[in-house]
């Protein structure tokens, strides 16, 4: 069973320091896709990143970036000189190829920045 | 295009009552999703369709039903509401029922509570 798990349930930075929000999966899959999501205070959830098993190349975007490691399992989320309107739930999930589009959410990292 | 949307955005029923969660998306996606998200838990899948006509159960189905007679609609039924369902329930749909090709598009999520 694919299992997704997100250790830190809160986190708070002052504004402008940097932060990453570790993210660990368990697969038997080798082919696999990971994915965050933000979650503003508004409540909605919004699509961030994917990210499929064969690719292990680190991405950035803006002040975001996401390191992918095979071997140790783990998709982490780094923000870059946080600002206040980063605050928010951060999910990572996971789905495999032969499960169609299910998504095994972890339970969410909490961020809260501050001025 | 209004995306994903869900109807009502808060509810709150007696236990035994019954009620339908609406949800619509205009993007003419193949696939659609049911997922409830309680604290500490992150979200899980209840139902999903892979198409018009075909249903079938995620996670934590029990107490829910779903139906999908059109491609757009993806209403989600509680039979007999219990306290145990109070929760958010968000309804999401992607282009492809293959893991990863596409991202789930989330609606803005229903919160219901159960008295």
């Known amino acids: 069973a694919q299992k997704v798990t997100q250790a830190q349930t809160e986190i708070s930075v002052v504004e402008k320091e940097d932060v990453t929000l570790d993210c660990v999966y368990e697969?038997?899959?080798?082919?696999?896709?990971l994915f965050w999501y933000k979650q503003p205070p508004s409540g909605e959830l919004v699509f961030l990143i994917r990210?499929?098993?064969?690719?292990?190349q680190n991405e950035i975007s803006g002040r975001y970036s996401w390191n992918f490691q095979k071997s140790t399992s783990s998709f982490n989320f780094t923000i870059t000189a946080s600002q206040v309107v980063d605050s928010a739930v951060y999910f990572c999930?996971?789905?495999?190829?032969?499960?169609?589009?299910?998504?095994?959410f972890g339970t969410g990292t909490q961020l809260k920045v501050e001025l | 295009n209004a995306g994903v949307t869900q109807t009502p955005k808060f509810q709150v029923l007696k236990t035994g009552q019954s009620m339908t969660l609406q949800c619509a998306q205009d993007?003419?996606?193949?696939?659609m999703s049911w997922y409830r998200q309680d604290p500490g838990m992150g979200l899980r899948l209840i139902h999903y369709?892979?198409?018009?006509?075909?249903?079938d159960q995620g996670e934590v189905p029990n107490g829910y039903n779903v139906s999908r007679s059109t491609t757009e609609d993806f209403p989600l039924r509680l039979l007999s509401a219990a306290p145990s369902q109070t929760s958010v329930y968000f309804c999401?749909?992607?282009?492809?029922?293959?893991?990863?090709?596409?991202?789930?598009?989330f609606g803005n999520g229903t919160r219901l509570t159960v008295t």
């Open positions: 999401a749909s992607s282009y492809s029922r293959l893991g990863g090709n596409s991202p789930l598009h």
């Open positions: 369709s892979v198409g018009a006509g075909i249903t």
């Open positions: 993007m003419n996606h193949e696939y």
């Open positions: 697969t038997r899959d080798t082919t696999y896709y």
């Open positions: 990210r499929n098993s064969f690719d292990e």
């Open positions: 999930a996971l789905s495999e190829t032969g499960g169609g589009n299910k998504l095994t």
